[in-house]
């Protein structure tokens, strides 16, 4: 089973290579992702709100940090989150995104007031589109973003 554990600031830099801050957990081989993506999840963990504030965790499987997800609210109403996620690259295929996403949403379910949850996949990215489908989000569109290029919009209606 796998367990969110929300990160704090201090965990990016045991990401990163440094001294842990969470004795218990360990990190895959290879660790979790690359120096630039832990860079943009720590901005965007910062941008809402930073430490004890709900959006941002680390997916735990049996003590290993497989990955990292998190939601933010980017409808001006504040019904609707848009999750995002990540598996570290030796711990991909293995069911622990499908698990997140369906944590992520539990939560959005207990969230009250929200109305659907959201997610951007890149066009070629198959398996995490497979995630969001076994999950129940359907497709919603498609457009181009200059940083990701070709991208497939998902929802979920929560209602």
């Known amino acids: 089973m796998i367990a969110l554990v929300e990160i704090r600031d201090a965990d990016f830099s045991?990401?990163?290579g440094g001294a842990t801050t969470r004795p218990g957990l360990n990190l895959p081989p290879g660790g979790v992702d690359?120096?630039?993506?832990?860079?943009?999840?720590?901005?965007?963990?910062?941008?809402?709100?930073?430490?004890?504030?709900?959006?941002?965790w680390m997916m735990v499987q049996d003590g290993e940090v497989v990955g990292l997800c998190?939601?933010?609210?980017?409808?001006?109403d504040g019904a609707t989150v848009e999750i995002g996620y990540?598996?570290?690259?030796?711990?991909?295929?293995?069911?622990?995104?499908?698990?997140?996403?369906?944590a992520m949403v539990a939560m959005a379910r207990n969230d009250g007031g929200l109305r659907a949850v959201t997610a951007v996949t890149a066009e070629h990215n198959l398996p995490s589109q497979g995630v969001l489908i076994l999950n129940g989000f359907v497709e919603t569109g498609r457009e181009h973003r200059d940083e990701d290029g070709p991208v497939i919009l998902w929802r979920l209606n929560l209602d």
């Not at 998190?70 to 001006?76: E, I, K, L």
């Not at 990540?86 to 369906?102: D, F, T």
């Open 14 to 16: 045991w990401l990163l």
């Open 34 to 56: 690359t120096p630039e993506t832990l860079a943009i999840v720590r901005a965007i963990h910062a941008a809402l709100g930073g430490d004890g504030q709900p959006g941002s």
């Open 70 to 76: 998190g939601y933010v609210r980017p409808s001006g």
């Open 86 to 102: 990540g598996v570290a690259a030796a711990r991909r295929r293995l069911g622990h995104a499908g698990r997140a996403v369906a």
